[in-house]
């Protein structure tokens, strides 16, 4: 919630977007469908979003949010960026709610792509999230190059993740990420 928005009704119209887009598809996502999911009415749906397009960007800009909190969390456990940024997400992690919501909020932002047709918004929030995220790595390791190789690989590993694919042998993927991360992979 914001303070801007005591009764967090942002949330709950954020909160039915994801389940309109994950259960249905971005066909069905209008700003209708949206603020009935909600249980608000399409002005006070407009009141915090101004267009479609300002809609699914805030659904991206709360992805933001949401992984900026996974990633101080994880900071704070003693992780880098880096090795945050390599974590496979975890589904059956039900105990981890931040976890839970940062997937689903991928998914649904995912979903997005289905057909947003003229989503200047939503492609320059999803910039500025990505931009966010690689300049955080950007600041960690000194080579740009290897900086972009654990940006690649790590958007890699998530995305498998998501789409239910096999993960890589646990060992193995120890020793990938400790090559791709030297020394400060072990600590």
């Known amino acids: 919630m914001t303070p801007r928005d005591p009764n967090g009704t942002r949330d709950r119209i954020l909160d039915a977007l994801e389940t309109l887009l994950l259960d249905k598809g971005m066909s069905q996502v209008t700003l209708e469908s949206v603020a009935a999911a909600a249980g608000v009415s399409k002005g006070g749906l407009l009141y915090h979003f101004k267009s479609k397009d300002a809609l699914l960007a805030g659904l991206v800009r709360r992805l933001g949010e949401r992984a900026d909190q996974q990633l101080e969390n994880a900071v704070a456990e003693g992780k880098s960026v880096a090795e945050w ?4 997400p975890h589904p059956d992690d039900a105990d981890d709610a931040l976890e839970i919501a940062v997937q689903r909020s991928m998914l649904a932002a995912m979903r997005t792509l289905d057909g947003a047709p003229d989503a200047d918004e939503v492609d320059h929030a999803l910039d500025q999230v990505m931009a966010k995220w690689q300049a955080g790595l950007d600041s960690e390791i000194a080579d ?4 972009q190789i654990v940006g690649l690989v790590g958007d890699g590993v998530y995305l498998r993740a998501l789409l239910g694919l096999p993960p890589v042998e646990p060992a ?3 020793d990938i990420v400790a090559r791709l991360l030297g020394p400060a992979a072990g600590r």
């Open 85 to 88: 940024y390599l974590q496979a």
């Open 144 to 147: 740009p190059v290897q900086a």
């Open 172 to 174: 193995l993927y120890r």
